[in-house]
Nanobody
Framework: VQLQASGGGLVQAGGSLRLACTTS????????MGWFRQAPGGQRDVVAL???????TYAASVKGRFIISRDNAKNTLYLQMNSLKPEDTAVYYC????????WGQGTLVTVSS
């Protein structure tokens, strides 16, 4: 399984970015897909999870600002990030989980103040 993440970049505080993660397998074959992030010197933390059924879940720090969605026809997971803050600066990784975990290569998001 291969995951290709894209969409990172430099944005000013208050701006928006949309990340995309395209998979080599049918997106519906995974138990869940999600976005994680790792700030410099920090650990990799969950940002948002999207399940085949049910409601997505979000970290408290991004709730109300980020939206996770999926396009099954394109095998692509998205993360719409609005009202970005400098503390959102991190490398963002997409993850797919079925019997094991698969990770994308990461895309850097930098939010300037």
């Amino acid at each position: 399984v291969q995951l290709q993440a894209s969409g990172g970049g430099l944005v000013q505080a208050g701006g928006s970015l949309r990340l995309a993660c395209t998979t080599s397998e049918s997106i519906s074959s995974f138990t869940y897909m999600g976005w994680f992030r790792q700030a410099p010197g920090g650990q990799r933390d969950v940002v948002a999870l999207s399940y085949n059924t049910g409601t997505p879940t979000y970290a408290a720090s991004v709730k109300g600002r980020f939206i996770i969605s999926r396009d099954n026809a394109k095998n692509t997971l998205y993360l719409q990030m609005n009202s970005l803050k400098p503390e959102d600066t991190a490398v963002y990784y997409c993850k797919a989980f079925t019997y094991t975990a698969f990770w994308g290569q990461g895309t850097l998001v930098t939010v300037s103040s």
